[in-house]
């Protein structure tokens, strides 16, 4: 007697078409999850990195405003105020090419070079001739002893407004840092002095000097010049 065949397959031994179908079903069935999970995952990666770049960035712009130092505000024009230990003197405003032998130092008038330096921060020393031009037109020259700590340079740097003002190194200070304007001088021995706000508030764009108003760029950079 010939075996009945069974229900899972036909005589042949081959699958039926249901059972492919329902192998079918099964296949894409289970695709469909595979493809499920891969996009959920996808997801899941996608808002990770997306939280990481918006820290990242926050990051970023925190402490660009906590780390970069805020350049100070001052009224330009002298109110008339006397601030503690300025020297005053008197010296001439003409133009020379050549050399000039001042009588302070650093300088604070008396004959400079036809061009003025350009106002900004410089990590070398600037030539006098120039910087006293820039004096002419109602800049102040803060000048540091070299050997001047690091944080000390940078709370200095925290005190100067954006524009009329030099920054630079200067052997042979009386002190470890001097503001000049035309003819008034300041000596202190710490960033923290306030008479450094007290001497812009002054002296920054006022004062006695001859040219006040003139440009304070567009002229001369001298070497190490950074801002």
């Known amino acids: 007697m010939t075996p009945a065949p069974s229900s899972g397959s036909n005589s042949n031994g081959s699958l039926t078409v249901k059972q492919q179908r329902a192998e079918n079903r099964a296949r894409k069935l289970e695709e469909y999850h595979r493809q499920q999970k891969r996009s959920a995952r996808n997801r899941r990666i996608g808002i990770i990195t997306g939280v990481v770049a918006v820290v990242a960035v926050l990051g970023v712009v925190i402490t660009s405003i906590v780390l970069t130092p805020q350049q100070a505000s001052y009224s330009a024009g ?51 001739e120039n910087a006293v031009h820039a004096l002419e037109h109602g800049a102040i020259w803060v000048t540091y002893d070299p050997s ?80």
Do not use: M
């Not at 003409?94 to 001042?102: G, K, M, Q």
């Not at 003025?116 to 020393?125: A, I, Q």
């Open 78 to 128: 002298s109110s008339g105020a006397t601030v503690k230990g300025v020297e005053t003197f008197t010296n001439t405003a003409n133009h020379v090419e050549t050399p000039v032998t001042y009588a302070q130092t650093p300088p604070v008038g008396g004959e400079h070079n036809p061009v003025w330096l350009n106002c900004g921060v410089y990590t070398e020393p600037v030539p006098n």
């Open 148 to 227: 001047l700590s690091a944080t000390e340079l940078d709370a200095l740097k925290a005190k100067l407004p954006s524009t009329y003002v030099v920054l630079s190194p200067f052997e042979g200070l009386p002190s470890d840092i001097v503001l000049s304007g035309w003819n008034v001088q300041l000596q202190v021995d710490s960033a923290s002095d306030e008479r450094i706000g007290q001497f812009f508030e002054e002296y920054w764009k006022g004062g006695t000097a001859p040219e006040l108003g003139a440009s304070c760029s567009g002229a001369f950079d001298a070497p190490g010049k950074v801002s």
